[in-house]
């Protein structure tokens, strides 16, 4: 039979034609399935699955491998290959009761799928008890009171777990409390001397007043060798952290010593991190009335890092070179942007600092979460919104920073509660496009569909019924009242400075590299102003279709020139870090002529206020960048954002995805939606990823 007929989830009218038996096929088949230690029926199953798409290649290898390491049993079979999925997905480990409670949902697979792959399976368990009980039987897989013998599974209570995820959870877990549980030694009236010079003379003695949270993180942050601020855009996290930071530097005896690190997950998060932190202490230095030399201590600071470059990753390797036995050369790391730290990174960076230094995590607990595995700040900020403090707490805050906690808010037990502080004042966001945020982070599909639909300030726009021709117009001319758009990067192209022979050098031919350099640092900033953000890669509304939609116009236009893949005014992004390069994934720079040999392209990035560039030919690993994925913008803001929905929803898009694209736009929002309905759909799923740090760290 062919091994569409081993599905039998597939309607009458959908089955394959029946087509003879071959029996040298079907003794093929059987010794392949037997190589692999799988049944036959079921080896078959997961080949056709992974032909659909439903299915990673990684995944039904895995299974393969774990089959011949012991008795194919078709519960522990059917466990690796759901488990290996979700990690994909970027769940950490599998819960058994989700798995059998309803599996299509949980895997975004149509109806009936997952039976058919049952069918192929054998007779199964139809309990989570009786499930468990098998796995726990099967010598592949380890549980946490048996010997060690190298078990490539690990069980733990009802959850299913690839064993190093299970290392990183508790890893995770166990740094995070340590340090957040190790005091730090305070002088209680230095710290409240040095709040009252930073944010003004506390006022806050009763909660019937407004609370200043910005006050209260700091005070928290000092006090231990963790913490974590949380909040919004615009909640003022980077403009808590340059107080922060002058508050340390202030409780230091030798306040020029104190080694702090700023790092982000990618290289334009980072340098945006330092530059705002640069800019908040220039503004302090006022503040402290000369009682410390705030600017020469901030000029100390090396420029931030991204975390790859910070551990010193090595290529083709999972390893870096800063880890417990090599730490990191640091008192305080500031790590950015930490919704998009996934589970192996975190447990990377706790490794490497020294016990002594302090980490501080910023971030907004309700963006996607990192692509890989993992939702760590998520599970990290459980109880951000309801506090959570114990009256400890509250009387350390009321004598540190003069403010009183409220009283609603004193209900906790966990150790991490204490050193977690979410910032709940908006002060960017108070317009229609906070609104919108905080409709869609509530899931309020009424209100969002409102907002978007009768806002007449000109900062939201939908095109509830969008077609392709609109999205172009929009990227190329911008819409009513707005200008952000694609246009005037691509009139500056047409402006590009004619370099005489010698003028790159500081001939005296007319023009100079000084000012090419001023010119293609306006083009960047051009570009940067809008963006188009896509929910899914493939497809004609996905980054892939987009991307190419414009090209072709541009060329037809004839704003670029393309003979090739590389041309000048190709946007490219970074998709792998390249550390000889000094490139990081996520990086956007702009190709244009090398002012040096004018037949010649190179890639330009904007680093601060800095320009570099790398010859075009050099990058390897790039793609056209008119469009990008909503989960490659985190990190990043622009004037004039356009959010571009596909036809049809799925599990990828969820309420997460639209609150980090809507929070991406600084003045104008514009929804594209070939399908109004798809955006209420999405607003009323949530991204719950499967994880076992939670219960690790209460």
């Not at 230091?252 to 982000?264: D, F, G, M, T």
């Not at 929905?645 to 990828?652: H, R």
Request: hydrophobic share 45%.
């Amino acid at each position: 039979m062919s091994s569409l007929e081993l599905n039998p989830a597939l309607p009458p009218q959908s089955q394959p034609q029946s087509q003879p038996v071959n029996p040298a096929l079907q003794e093929i088949a059987a010794v392949t399935a037997a190589q692999h230690g799988l049944p036959a029926a079921l080896d078959q199953q997961l080949e056709l699955l992974m032909q659909q798409g439903e299915l990673r290649r990684l995944g039904v290898a895995f299974t393969r491998f774990v089959a011949q390491l012991g008795t194919a049993d078709p519960v522990l079979l059917l466990s690796c290959v759901v488990l290996s999925e979700l990690e994909g997905r970027g769940h950490s480990c599998l819960r058994i009761p989700d798995l059998l409670n309803d599996p299509d949902a949980l895997l975004g697979w149509p109806a009936g799928q997952w039976q058919a792959l049952q069918n192929s399976a054998g007779p199964l368990p139809a309990t989570s008890r009786l499930w468990l009980r098998q796995l726990a039987a099967c010598s592949q897989v380890l549980l946490e009171a048996e010997l060690d013998h190298g078990q490539p599974l690990l069980l733990v209570d009802d959850r299913l777990y690839l064993r190093r995820y299970w290392n990183y959870e508790c890893a995770v877990a166990s740094a995070v409390q340590r340090k957040a549980s190790q005091p730090r030694p305070l002088d209680l009236q230095q710290v409240r001397q040095g709040l009252d010079l930073l944010f003004g003379v506390a006022k806050n003695t009763d909660a019937a007043q407004t609370v200043d949270w910005q006050r209260i993180a700091c005070a928290i942050a000092v006090r231990s060798h963790f913490s974590i601020i949380t909040g919004g855009p615009g909640t003022g996290k980077t403009y808590t952290v340059a107080r922060l930071l002058a508050l340390l530097f202030s409780l230091s005896a030798q306040a020029e010593q104190l080694r702090i690190v700023l790092a982000a997950p990618t290289g334009k998060a980072a340098a945006r991190l330092k530059q705002a932190i640069d800019h908040a202490l220039s503004g302090l230095a006022e503040k402290m009335q000369g009682q410390l030399p705030l600017t020469e201590l901030a000029a100390r600071m090396a420029p931030a890092a991204t975390l790859h470059s910070l551990l010193g990753a090595r290529p083709d390797t999972r390893s870096f070179r800063h880890h417990a036995g090599n730490p990191l050369d640091v008192d305080v790391l500031i790590v950015d942007e930490a919704s998009m730290v996934h589970l192996e990174m975190m447990a990377a960076i706790l490794d490497a600092l020294p016990p002594h230094a302090m980490l501080i995590l910023l971030g907004d607990k309700d963006q996607l979460a990192s692509v890989e595995a993992g939702a760590v700040l998520g599970d990290l900020c459980q109880n951000a919104s309801a506090g959570a403090y114990l009256p400890e707490t509250a009387a350390y805050v009321q004598a540190a920073s003069g403010q009183q906690l409220p009283a609603a808010m004193l209900h906790g037990q966990s150790t991490l509660a204490q050193q977690t502080v979410m910032l709940r004042e908006s002060r960017r966001f108070g317009g229609p496009i906070g609104q919108l945020a905080l409709a869609v982070n509530a899931g309020e599909v009424a209100a969002s569909s409102h907002l978007l639909q009768t806002d007449n300030s000109g900062m939201l726009s939908w095109y509830a019924q969008a077609q392709l021709p609109a999205l172009l117009q929009l990227a190329l001319a911008g819409r009513a009242g707005v200008e952000d758009s694609y246009l005037p990067y691509l009139q500056l192209l047409q402006a590009a400075p004619v370099l005489q022979p010698g003028a790159a050098d500081g001939g005296a031919d007319g023009g100079n590299e000084e000012g090419y350099l001023a010119w293609v640092k306006q083009v960047l900033l051009a570009f940067d102003r809008f963006r188009i953000l896509c929910a899914v890669r493939e497809g004609e509304w996905g980054v892939a279709g987009v991307n190419a939609l414009i090209e072709q116009a541009l060329i037809a236009q004839r704003w670029i020139q393309k003979r090739s893949d590389w041309y000048a005014g190709r946007p490219v992004m970074i998709t792998r870090n390249d550390y000889g390069l000094g490139v990081f994934n996520g990086d956007i720079g702009m190709t244009l002529p090398d002012p040096r040999r004018p037949d010649s392209l190179r890639v330009y990035f904007l680093q601060g206020e800095q320009v570099r560039s790398v010859l075009a030919t050099r990058l390897a690993d790039v793609e056209t960048a008119f469009a990008m994925t909503v989960h490659k913008s985190q990190g990043s803001e622009f004037s004039h954002v356009a959010l571009v929905l596909p036809g049809q929803g799925g599990s990828l898009l969820a309420r997460e995805l639209l609150y980090t694209g809507i929070t991406r736009a600084r003045q104008f929002f514009t929804l594209l939606t070939p399908q109004p309905g798809v955006f209420g759909d999405a607003l009323q799923r949530q991204t719950k990823r499967v994880s076992g740090l939670s219960a690790l760290l209460s």
